[in-house]
């Protein structure tokens, strides 16, 4: 048994080998691209971009609005929990959003997922729901084969207001029979969707069309009933607005839809049967290619959170903010029954609601805690390697000229662990153009994709005129400036890191 000294020097060595040799990986085709590393302790503010805004720190209310700044000790602008935990503003419960609730419910924006149109006919809202097989980018250039409907997976979203009635037209366009269930909704039985239960299956060409009355509110989903089906990505959004808004009323209404496949290594084809799962994505997209959700500094947030993993559940955290667990699936939970948390265990086919004020501005990683799910293709690539850094295409034809073995651990898989060197993560400059291409991730630290990995995205919070700059306007944004524009207002300039610079 080594000492605790040795153990340390171990893992040490281990992990500045594998800092590097993944920074080095990244940066391989113009190493000049790079500054050296910094490491703590040194003088690093020099490297902060130029200001961009000219805002202060102290953002105030829209002339217009009647909501306040602070809430018996809660502030809607700086981290801060209120004084009462029997108070109505402890920890922002109930303080409103700028959004008022006579304008109606704020738009449900779940990113990367298409809304799905619909038609009145006779005071009916007349949607087409299309199974089928889908190709779904869950990486820039990685195209996995997957089961969605209307050319999207997860499914389009379905967006009602309670009280509608709704007709949906089944065209099955799978190759095999399906269902399609309507989840958590209380409907006439022939509704239902259940496997033979209650229905016919729908053949492949075949229509079939559903319709009912809307009385619930929440959040609901609609998915195959056929197991495996399931497992290949059918499943979509199904919101229904309540007909007199919740008090108090939200800014921000986003989804994030959780889903696993397993795919192993140059296959596009998910395996069902598995019972381990190694591509994760949030909204059909594996992190770094998830979309940030953007918000501004001081709003009301809902978070809609569907967990679809076939297997797994996800305890969901949010970084840098407390919010209320308010609803479960479709009901909103009396406000007397809210529980503040930050991370929150969602079980497969469970959904729940989040609420927080967004008061402390900057770049939120919001994620599933579980290891293996923070890591995109998790694939066997740890531990001693027999035949290091050897070609298998160099002795197949002539297995007599294989190199020697060497079971020994090598200085490069000294840390007993993972990512180390994140071998065989591809991340070639089409990758990182179309990571960096989406308005929403402009002026985020360089490197932000390096940690930002399977089911994980990121919450941004910006002072006002930051918002604009990212999302709203053509002028260029360095990266990182937008981050360090967050720090020089509400951080600690002086420590500010720099991200090692790259050429993408
Ligand atoms: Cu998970």
Known sequence: MPSPEDRRKFLKVGSFAAATGFVGNLLGRDANAQEPMQHSGMKQHDNMPQPIGNASARPEIPA??????????????????????????YIGKLVPGFRKASDGPAPFEAPDIPTLPYKMDNGVKVFELVPMAVQQEFHPGVKMNVYGYNGSMPGPTIEVTQGDRVRIVVTNELPEDTFVHWHGFELPVQYDGAATLTQNPIKP???????FDIHEE??????????????FGQVGWFIVHPKRVFDPPVDRDFGLLFQNFHIPPTHTISDSWSMDWN?????????PYTTPLVC?????????????????????????HTFWVTSHEGARIPKSAWVPRNNELVGVAQASSFEFIANNPGDWIFHCHMIHHMMNHMVKQVGPRMRDDASVDQYLANLSS???????????????????????????????????????????????????????????VLPDDLYELVMNSDQPVEKGAVFAEIVRRFGDPGKYEAAPRMMM
Do not use: C
């Open 64 to 89: 217009s609005s009647e909501v306040a700044a602070e809430y018996e000790g809660f502030s809607r602008f700086k981290p801060s929990r209120g004084l009462d935990p029997d108070s109505d503003y």
């Open 205 to 211: 060409g075949k229509t079939k069309v559903f319709e």
């Open 218 to 231: 929440g959040t609901f989903f609609y998915h195959s009933h056929v197991a495996m089906q399931e497992a």
């Open 279 to 287: 591509w994760h994505t949030i909204n059909g997209k594996s992190g």
């Open 296 to 320: 501004k500094h001081g709003e009301r947030v809902r978070v809609r959170l569907l967990n679809f993993a076939p297997m797994q559940h996800h305890p969901i955290h949010l970084h840098g």
């Open 402 to 460: 294989r190199p020697q073995v060497d079971a020994s651990r090598s200085d490069k898989f000294a840390t007993p662990g993972y990512p180390q060197k994140m071998q065989g993560m591809e991340m070639s400059e089409d990758f990182m153009n179309a990571i960096w291409s989406r308005k929403e991730v402009r002026g985020m630290r360089a490197n932000y994709a390096m940690s930002v990995k399977g089911l994980m995205t990121v919450l941004r």
